[in-house]
């Protein structure tokens, strides 16, 4: 059964849903958690959460893994986060398109759904 998509959904043409995934790269505590519950009010499928493979990222980034950077300038673009860069993945087992990282610059660009500072 296809369901349609909201128009304020990011989708592409097609009407999928763009896939992401959510990376704590600053060693925060809970700002994976806060940035998916963004990301899925903001109409992204958040299909995994976690950490990066380090917490030494300066700079919030997003990933394009598939060879689409329109999706992650979509991503980027509706989160606030001012870098995206190709990193494809020759990962098989990846299902996510677009990789969010989040850097220890996520208080400066307002990037959770914070109210105090």
């Given at each position: 059964e296809d369901t349609p998509v909201a128009p304020s959904s990011p989708a592409d043409p097609l009407g999928r849903v763009i896939?992401?995934?959510v990376f704590n790269g600053c060693g925060d505590p809970q700002?994976?958690?806060r940035m998916t519950k963004r990301a899925r009010g903001l109409g992204f499928d958040?299909?995994?959460e976690g950490n990066a493979e380090s917490?030494?990222?300066l700079y919030s980034v997003v990933l394009d893994r598939?060879?689409?950077m329109k999706k992650?300038?979509?991503v980027a673009?509706?989160?606030g986060i001012p870098y995206a860069i190709q990193q494809i993945s020759e990962d098989g087992y990846r299902l996510e398109e677009v990789s969010i990282i989040i850097g220890k610059d996520y208080k400066q660009l307002r990037l959770?759904?914070?109210?105090s500072g």
């Open positions: 896939r992401v995934a700002v994976a958690a958040v299909i995994h917490f030494n990222y598939v060879g689409d992650a300038r979509e673009d509706r989160l959770l759904d914070v109210t």
